[in-house]
């Protein structure tokens, strides 16, 4: 799966009304990560976003880098299955900084992940 993750922690979930004025760009996390809280009911589904777009909320390009062989590779993944690889491209590593490092996250990283970044 992929997301983007904002603040700050609740100890309710969100109302639908709440988030829809939130963009791409207030996300205090971006990335990939396993779906596990979802399924499990820890995090759950608010409900759909009624004028929700795909346009307004691109998945990403995605950056990795090798340090022992210094180089550095932009990722591009599929914008309805972020598990598939379209496309991977060597890159100076001055392309990456910045970017959003490639990775899956764990739910339980991201849940640290998040507590770490909203100082909470």
């Known amino acids: 799966m992929f997301g983007y993750f904002f603040g700050s922690i609740r100890t ?49 390009e995605f950056f990795r880098t090798e340090p022992i062989m210094g180089r550095s590779f932009r990722l591009r993944y599929d914008d309805a299955d972020p598990s598939l690889l379209l496309e991977e491209v060597q890159v100076p590593p001055t392309e990456i900084v910045g970017g959003v490092p490639d990775g899956l996250m764990g739910a339980g990283y991201v849940e640290n992940k998040l507590t770490r970044l909203l100082g909470e």
Do not use: Y
């Open 12 to 60: 309710q979930p969100s109302e639908v009304s709440q988030v829809e004025q939130l963009n791409g760009q207030d996300a205090v996390l971006v990335g990939r990560f396993g779906d596990l809280h979802l399924k499990q009911g820890k995090w759950p589904i608010i409900g759909p976003l009624p004028d929700w777009s795909q346009e307004l909320w691109p998945m990403p």
